[in-house]
C-alpha cells in the first residue's frame, strides 16, 4: 500500500513539473528539426530542369518549384510529428489557394546539406508526386520571407483598370477582362526575396487549372482633394533557380480610383 502511494505521489509530482514546462521547451525537438529544413533545397531532374524545395522555418510554409512544368504550390504545414525512422519527420501540407487540397509530407535529413522528401497527395495512396526525391541544399536562392511584423501587406481587393483591361480581385479570386474575353481563377499575392510576386491561376468551367502567370508586383498610393489612387504594375515573368526573370513583355499598368468619403 505504501508502495502505491509513493508511486502516486511521484506521479502528480511528474504531472506538475511537466505542466510548468513552456510550450517553446516541450517543442524542442521539432523546433531543432525545422531551423536545420529551413531555407531551399533544390532535385537535379533527368532532362536538366530543377525541382526547388523551400521550408520557411518563421512562417512555416513550404514552396514547391518545377521550372520545366512552370509549376509552383505554396503549402501551409501543420500537424509537424517525428516517425520511428531517425532524422525523419512528418508534416502535413493544405494548399494556400485551395485547401482541400492536402499533401502528406515526409522529410528525411541525410545530413546538413542532403535531405530526402517524400510527398503524396491525401486521398490518392501509393501515388507520389513529382516533388519526392533526393535534394541538395541551396546556397544561392531567392528565398520567400514571411512580411515584417511591422509591415502591413498590400491586400489585393476591388477593380482595377486600363484602356484595355479590367482586373477584379475578390479575397483569393480574380476576373479578368481583355480583348480575349472573360477570364476568372485564383490570386495569390507573396514576397519572394525583395520583392512581391502575383500569381494568377486561369481555371477552367471544372476548376482544372488552365494556365499560370506570375508577375512582379508594385503598387503606389496616392490622394487627391476627392479620391485615392492606387496604382498597380505587373511585369510579366517566371520564377527560376536564382529569382524572379522577366519575359520581356511590357509591364501592365492599372488603376483603382477610391472615392474620398464627404465630410459635413
Sequence with gaps: MMVSRFKAVLLIMLLILLSGIPASAQSTAADRFKKRL???WVKKEKDKSSTIINFNYSSNDIIMFNDAQGVQEVYLCSQFSPTVRENTWY???TNDMVPFIKMNITVRLESENVCHFSVREEGIKNEEVIWTGRYERMTEYGEKKAPKAEEKQFVLDGKYENDTMTLVFSRQHFELTDEK???SGLAALYDFGDISILELRYLGKEG???????YRFEHTITETDDS???DINMTPGKIKIHGFKMSGENTIKLTQKIAKEKTE
Excluded at 208 to 214: A, G, P, S
Design 91 to 93: 508534416m502535413l501540407g
Design 38 to 40: 529551413d531555407g531551399a
Design 228 to 230: 485615392i489612387l492606387v
Design 181 to 183: 474575353g472573360l477570364h
Design 208 to 214: 482544372k487549372l488552365e494556365n499560370l502567370l506570375q
